[in-house]
C-alpha cells in the first residue's frame, strides 16, 4: 500500500553507487520513494576499482570496530542498524573473523548490495557516467560519488562552488584530544600575542622542545617507517602548502624551525624565554574538543606516529582524534557549501552525501548517505524532519561537516568522541562509596566515559527515530 500510494512522486536521483550511494538508494525505497542510482560503472572505470557492484570497497576490508559501547565507530555501526541500514545488514552476512572489528569478504558484500538493490521494487539502476549537475527536471538529486569523482563531474561541482572549494588531495595533520594534552607542560598563546577576527590572544596551544629533544624529535622522523603511495596515488603531486612534515626534516635540520616548528612570537611561561622549537596545536572544532597539530601533515604509518608525536613535551599521554595522512582525494568544503540537511546551498535541490562531503571512512560515508537520504525522502513527501541531535554519532559527524569544522582548514575526519558535545555535569560523574562508607562523586573516566557517550547517543538517535515514524 505504501509503494503505491507514493510512487506518484517524482523519483530521487542519486549519482554514486558506492557505499554512501547505496545506502541512500535503500532508505529512501524503504520509504515509499522511487529511485534512480546512476553508476558510471563498468562502462567508465576509476584507477581504483575492479568490478561494476555497488558498494565495491577498493581499500580495507574492515568496517573497523564493532564495540558499539566503548568505541565512536562501533557506536555508529549500531545507531545504523537501528536506521535499517543495507551496508550493515550485507556487512554481517559477508562478515569474516576479525576480534572485536567487522571485516568481510568484500566479494560477497558489494554483490549482496548489488542483488539487494537490483531486487528493490523502487530502485532502478542506470549505468552511464553524469558528466554534469544534475538537471533542473530532476526535483531532488543527491551526488554520491566519494573520493574518485570523474573529472567532468568535478569541473562541474567546482564551477558552481568555486575554485577553492573542491579538494582533491589529503593532507592530513593529526588531531589530538584537548583534554589528554599535559597543560604543565604546553601553554596557550598565539605568535606575538595576536587576536586576530575571532581571537583572544591565546588560540594555539604551544609545545616546546629544547635543542636536544628538538634534534631527537628530528632523528625520529627521519628514520621512520612511512607508508607508500597506492598505485593509483602516484601521480598525486606533493604542494608547497601540504608537505609532509618529514619531507621538510629532509631538507635540513633547519627546516622545521623555520617552517612549523619556529618558535618566534612565543615565551614559554616556565622560563619567561623563547623555547628552542615549538609545536603548536591549533583548535579543530567549535566545541574545542579537539586539536589539530599545525603543519604536520605525514606519510608515517600510524604507530610511528603515535610513537614519534609523543616524543613532543605536553603530547606524552595524547590521545588522538585522527592521524596524519597524505592521499589522493575528492571533497567539498562541506561546512562552507551545505546546510544542516546536506543541501548544497547555491542549488538547494542538491544533496551530497559520503566522502565526498568530507567524512572519512566506509561506515562514515554510507551513514551520511542515511541522512541524506532521510531529508530528500522528507522534502519529497512533505514531512517535517530535523538533523539527528549532535549527541549521537551520525548528528556529530553531520554537526561536524556541515558547520562544526572550521572552513578554513577543513579535512576528511573519522567519527570520534571528540566530536560530540561534552557530557552534562549529572551524565559525566557517578556515585561510588568510600572506604569510610561514605557515598561520594566521582568524574567517569575511560571506558566507563565512553559508555556514558554512548548511552546518551543511542537514547537521543532512538528518540529521533520516533519523531520521524510520528509524522510519516
Same mark, same amino acid.
Given at each position: 500500500?505504501?509503494?503505491?500510494?507514493?510512487?506518484?512522486?517524482?523519483p530521487?536521483?542519486?549519482?554514486?553507487?558506492g557505499?554512501?550511494?547505496?545506502?541512500a538508494?535503500?532508505?529512501?525505497?524503504?520509504?515509499?520513494?522511487?529511485?534512480?542510482l546512476?553508476?558510471?560503472?563498468?562502462?567508465?572505470?576509476?584507477?581504483?576499482?575492479?568490478?561494476?557492484?555497488?558498494?565495491?570497497? @577498493?581499500?580495507s576490508?574492515? /568496517?573497523?570496530s564493532d564495540?558499539?559501547?566503548?568505541?565512536?565507530?562501533?557506536?555508529?555501526?549500531?545507531?545504523?542498524?537501528?536506521?535499517?541500514?543495507?551496508?550493515?545488514?550485507e556487512?554481517?552476512?559477508?562478515?569474516?573473523?576479525?576480534?572485536?572489528?567487522?571485516?568481510?569478504d568484500?566479494?560477497i558484500?558489494?554483490?549482496?548490495?548489488?542483488?539487494?538493490?537490483?531486487d528493490?521494487?523502487?530502485?532502478?539502476?542506470?549505468?552511464?557516467?553524469?558528466?554534469?549537475?544534475?538537471?533542473?527536471?530532476?526535483?531532488?538529486s543527491?551526488?554520491?560519488?566519494?573520493?574518485?569523482?570523474?573529472?567532468?563531474?568535478?569541473?562541474?561541482?567546482r564551477?558552481?562552488?568555486?575554485e577553492?572549494?573542491? $579538494?582533491?588531495?589529503?593532507?592530513?595533520?593529526p588531531?589530538?584530544?584537548?583534554?589528554?594534552?599535559n597543560?604543565?607542560?604546553?601553554? &596557550?598563546?598565539?605568535?606575538?600575542?595576536?587576536?586576530?577576527? $575571532?581571537?583572544?590572544?591565546?588560540?594555539?596551544?604551544?609545545c616546546?622542545?629544547n635543542?636536544?629533544e628538538?634534534?631527537?624529535? &628530528?632523528?625520529?622522523?627521519?628514520?621512520?617507517?612511512?607508508?607508500?603511495?597506492?598505485?593509483?596515488e602516484?601521480?598525486?603531486?606533493?604542494?608547497?602548502?601540504?608537505?609532509?612534515?618529514?619531507?621538510? $626534516?629532509?631538507r635540513?635540520?633547519?627546516?622545521?624551525? /623555520?617552517?612549523?616548528?619556529?618558535?618566534?612570537g612565543?615565551?614559554?611561561?616556565?622560563?619567561?624565554?623563547?623555547?628552542?622549537?615549538?609545536?603548536?596545536?591549533?583548535?579543530?572544532n567549535?566545541?574545542?574538543?579537539l586539536?589539530?597539530?599545525?603543519?604536520? !601533515?605525514?606519510?608515517m604509518?600510524?604507530?610511528?606516529?603515535?610513537?614519534?608525536f609523543?616524543?613532543?613535551?605536553?603530547?606524552?599521554?595524547?590521545?588522538?582524534?585522527?592521524?596524519?595522512?597524505?592521499h589522493?582525494?575528492?571533497?567539498?568544503?562541506?561546512?562552507?557549501? &551545505?546546510?544542516?540537511q546536506?543541501?548544497?546551498?547555491?542549488?538547494?535541490?542538491?544533496? /551530497?552525501?559520503?566522502?565526498?562531503?568530507?567524512?572519512?571512512?566506509?561506515?562514515?560515508?554510507a551513514?551520511?548517505?542515511?541522512?541524506a537520504?532521510?531529508?530528500a @525522502?522528507?522534502?519529497?513527501?512533505?514531512t517535517?524532519?530535523?538533523?539527528?541531535?549532535?549527541?549521537t554519532?551520525?548528528?556529530?559527524?553531520?554537526?561536524?561537516?556541515?558547520?562544526?569544522?572550521?572552513?578554513?582548514?577543513?579535512?576528511?575526519?573519522?567519527?570520534n568522541?571528540?566530536? /560530540?558535545?561534552?557530557?552534562?555535569?549529572e551524565?559525566a560523574?557517578q556515585?561510588?562509596?568510600?572506604?569510610?562508607?561514605?557515598?561520594?562523586?566521582?568524574?567517569?573516566?575511560?571506558?566507563?566515559?565512553?559508555?556514558?557517550?554512548s548511552?546518551?547517543?543511542?537514547?537521543?538517535?532512538?528518540?529521533?527515530?520516533?519523531? !520521524?515514524k510520528?509524522?510519516?
Amino acid at each position: 500500500m505504501l509503494y503505491n500510494r507514493r510512487m506518484k512522486n517524482k523519483p530521487l536521483h542519486i549519482i554514486g553507487a558506492g557505499l554512501a550511494g547505496s545506502e541512500a538508494a535503500w532508505q529512501a525505497a524503504q520509504a515509499g520513494v522511487p529511485v534512480i542510482l546512476h553508476e558510471m560503472r563498468p562502462e567508465v572505470q576509476t584507477p581504483a576499482h575492479k568490478t561494476g557492484h555497488c558498494a565495491e570497497l @577498493v581499500c580495507s576490508n574492515s /568496517f573497523r570496530s564493532d564495540d558499539h559501547e566503548h568505541n565512536a565507530i562501533g557506536l555508529l555501526h549500531e545507531e545504523m542498524r537501528r536506521c535499517g541500514s543495507l551496508i550493515m545488514r550485507e556487512g554481517a552476512k559477508a562478515a569474516v573473523p576479525a576480534g572485536g572489528a567487522l571485516a568481510v569478504d568484500r566479494n560477497i558484500f558489494s554483490e549482496g548490495v548489488t542483488q539487494a538493490l537490483k531486487d528493490h521494487p523502487l530502485i532502478t539502476i542506470e549505468y552511464g557516467e553524469i558528466d554534469g549537475l544534475p538537471p533542473e527536471d530532476w526535483e531532488q538529486s543527491i551526488i554520491a560519488t566519494g573520493p574518485l569523482t570523474s573529472p567532468a563531474l568535478s569541473e562541474a561541482i567546482r564551477a558552481i562552488t568555486g575554485e577553492d572549494a573542491l $579538494a582533491f588531495f589529503d593532507a592530513l595533520a593529526p588531531i589530538v584530544h584537548t583534554e589528554s594534552i599535559n597543560m604543565d607542560i604546553a601553554w &596557550l598563546q598565539s605568535r606575538y600575542d595576536k587576536e586576530g577576527p $575571532a581571537g583572544t590572544g591565546k588560540d594555539y596551544i604551544n609545545c616546546p622542545l629544547n635543542e636536544e629533544e628538538y634534534t631527537a624529535f &628530528l632523528n625520529a622522523l627521519l628514520s621512520a617507517e612511512y607508508t607508500e603511495f597506492k598505485d593509483w596515488e602516484k601521480d598525486t603531486p606533493y604542494f608547497e602548502g601540504c608537505m609532509p612534515v618529514e619531507v621538510m $626534516a629532509s631538507r635540513g635540520p633547519e627546516t622545521l624551525r /623555520f617552517g612549523p616548528m619556529k618558535p618566534v612570537g612565543l615565551t614559554d611561561p616556565r622560563t619567561g624565554q623563547s623555547p628552542h622549537a615549538v609545536v603548536q596545536l591549533r583548535q579543530d572544532n567549535a566545541l574545542g574538543t579537539l586539536y589539530n597539530i599545525v603543519g604536520f !601533515q605525514t606519510k608515517m604509518k600510524y604507530g610511528e606516529q603515535m610513537r614519534i608525536f609523543r616524543m613532543i613535551p605536553g603530547l606524552e599521554e595524547a590521545e588522538f582524534a585522527r592521524l596524519g595522512g597524505l592521499h589522493r582525494n575528492t571533497f567539498i568544503n562541506s561546512p562552507k557549501l &551545505l546546510d544542516t540537511q546536506l543541501r548544497l546551498k547555491a542549488r538547494p535541490a542538491i544533496r /551530497f552525501a559520503g566522502q565526498i562531503t568530507g567524512c572519512e571512512g566506509y561506515v562514515e560515508s554510507a551513514s551520511v548517505g542515511i541522512m541524506a537520504a532521510r531529508f530528500a @525522502v522528507a522534502e519529497i513527501l512533505g514531512t517535517p524532519i530535523e538533523p539527528p541531535p549532535p549527541t549521537t554519532a551520525m548528528g556529530a559527524l553531520l554537526s561536524h561537516i556541515t558547520g562544526g569544522a572550521d572552513a578554513e582548514t577543513f579535512q576528511p575526519m573519522n567519527v570520534n568522541f571528540g566530536l /560530540f558535545p561534552p557530557l552534562s555535569k549529572e551524565e559525566a560523574t557517578q556515585d561510588y562509596v568510600n572506604k569510610a562508607g561514605k557515598t561520594k562523586r566521582a568524574k567517569l573516566k575511560g571506558k566507563d566515559k565512553k559508555k556514558a557517550y554512548s548511552t546518551r547517543a543511542l537514547r537521543d538517535l532512538d528518540g529521533w527515530l520516533l519523531q !520521524q515514524k510520528a509524522a510519516a
